[in-house]
T-cell receptor, first 111, second 112 residues
Framework: AQSVAQPEDQVNVAEGNPLTVKCTYS??????LFWYVQYPNRGLQFLLK??????LVKGSYGFEAEFNKSQTSFHLKKPSALVSDSALYFC?????????FGPGTRLSVLP | KAGVTQTPRYLIKTRGQQVTLSCSPI?????VSWYQQTPGQGLQFLFE???????NKGNFPGRFSGRQFSNSRSEMNVSTLELGDSALYLC???????????FGSGTRLTVV
């Protein structure tokens, strides 16, 4: 059975500072990992995915994520946060044909 | 390229009624999935349809049902509505299981 954990309900960061949103996973076999972002009253928007290859994945809006197999983590990062990055972030894992989403982390970027 | 379209955006229903939500996937996408999003339970998988066949089903009661048409459009039906069914219902489509989802903006259902 697969599972996804996002250990922080809320992350606060000052504008211009680097941000990290954490995700750990538990799957059997090779994981397909995804990050999505949700703005208020909107659906989820795809940010990036890891299927195979380079452990550092670059995505939309300047976000990137680092896959770490030994720590079973897939943390989302951005070098310099913007106030407009404030949103709800979901990590997800695909195993077989099913998607399992983490509980979400609310990111607040303070001006 | 048009995105995933969900209608209506907002619905208010009373307990005991039934409701049908509609989803038009991205053109060419054959897989459509439905999720329920609530503050307490997060995103919960309802079901997935692929080429008019239900491929996967989440852990929801039989009051929740869906179908997919030959043009890949999908509908979700909830019968005998309960207060706890109030949620944002998200539809997502993808080309096939190798790809990630594209989500619609959702239908916010309020049951009173």
């Amino acid at each position: 059975a697969q599972s996804v954990a996002q250990p922080e309900d809320q992350v606060n960061v000052a504008e211009g500072n680097p941000l990290t949103v954490k995700c750990t996973y538990s799957v059997s076999g090779n994981p397909y990992l995804f990050w999505y972002v949700q703005y208020p009253n909107r659906g989820l928007q795809f940010l990036l995915k890891y299927i195979t290859g380079d452990n550092l994945v670059k995505g939309s809006y300047g976000f990137e994520a680092e896959f770490n197999k030994s720590q079973t983590s897939f943390h989302l990062k951005k070098p310099s946060a913007l106030v407009s990055d404030s949103a709800l972030y979901f990590c997800a894992v695909r195993e077989n044909q099913n998607f399992v989403f983490g509980p979400g982390t609310r990111l607040s970027v303070l001006p | 390229k048009a995105g995933v379209t969900q209608t209506p955006r907002y619905l208010i229903k009373t307990r005991g009624q039934q409701v049908t939500l509609s989803c038009s996937p991205i053109s060419g996408h054959r897989s459509v999935s439905w999720y329920q999003q609530t503050p307490g339970q997060g995103l919960q998988f309802l079901f997935e349809y692929f080429s008019e066949t239900q491929r996967n089903k989440g852990n929801f009661p039989g009051r929740f049902s869906g179908r997919q048409f030959s043009n890949s459009r999908s509908e979700m039906n909830v019968s005998t509505l309960e207060l706890g069914d109030s949620a944002l219902y998200l539809c997502a489509s993808r080309l096939d299981s190798s790809y990630g989802y594209t989500f619609g903006s959702g239908t916010r259902l309020t049951v009173v």
